[in-house]
């Protein structure tokens, strides 16, 4: 892997576990962002299309993603100059996670931006507050995204990992933060997140970061579009403020049709990366590879 941040350990910390957690901001910064939340927080509400989880990309409004994404990278990227390397910055934006019994987000992959063969893409996800397991905390299974390659588009897909869901869910890690800690998170990574039972939203930002000198992708596949025409596009970061309501580019450049097989992982195939992984107690492997029945949703 190409190196994105300057120190070594933190870098081989990425490369390993596909997460690393460090203090970028402080207190000031985090009043600006939540400050402006306040402003855009009502289109923000409106927007909601699921009961737990939702982004200023969803509010449809153009002018709130160039705004947020100006005011994050005016506070945030002085902080990366610092810390990471041989990286490009793509667009920012809030994720809000609702509080209620139903807010739990199951485990998942974010989307495909690069050649994952080439180099990586990742978040800089900043909660405004601290979080854990009762606020809607990251949950993050280590080193997932060396199990096997996929391709992740928008805006639905067969997941290869779905059959195996309930035994991913029972593997994450829960990752607690601090004021001011920020996540960087492999976009390949299998993650999800706890139940906010709070009673108030938790509002974090995301920043979209890539390696440099990646072509940025985005792949669409229309709903009853078979796999094998999915629509793939060469982007800009600021073309992202310009998706439509159904997941669509409005800008970037179509570079044709691809064909993806979207089956199943299949149980060898996870039973192999356990085995190889180093994040598992020889317990652990023995319960998963012999005694466990794999668990779905």
Known sequence: MIPVLKDPKLQKQFEEDGFVKMRLLNENDIKRLRDFYTTVQAEHEASVNEPCLYSSVETGNRQILVDTDKLVKEILMDKVEQHFINYQAMISNYLVKNSG?????????????????????????????????????????????????????????????????????????????????????????????????????????????????????????PEGNPANQIEKYLMEPDMYYDLQANGKPGRGKFMGYVSYNFEPVKIETFKNWVKKDNHFTLWDKARLLYFETLKSN
């Open 101 to 221: 019994d139903k807010s739990e987000l199951y485990p998942h992959q974010d989307l495909l931006f690069v050649d994952e063969t080439q180099g990586c893409s990742f978040n800089i996800w900043t909660p405004l507050q601290k979080t854990d397991t009762k606020s809607g905390g990251l949950r993050v299974l280590k080193g997932s995204h060396k199990i096997q390659p996929t391709l992740r588009v928008s805006p639905f897909y067969p997941w290869p990992f779905t059959h195996i869901n309930g035994t991913l869910r029972g593997l994450c890690t829960d990752i607690q933060t601090e004021i001011g800690e920020s996540v960087i998170l492999n976009h390949a990574v299998i993650h999800g997140s706890s139940e906010n039972l709070t009673g108030q939203p938790r509002v974090a930002v995301m920043l979209g970061m890539c390696t440099s000198g990646c072509d940025i992708y985005y792949h669409y596949l």
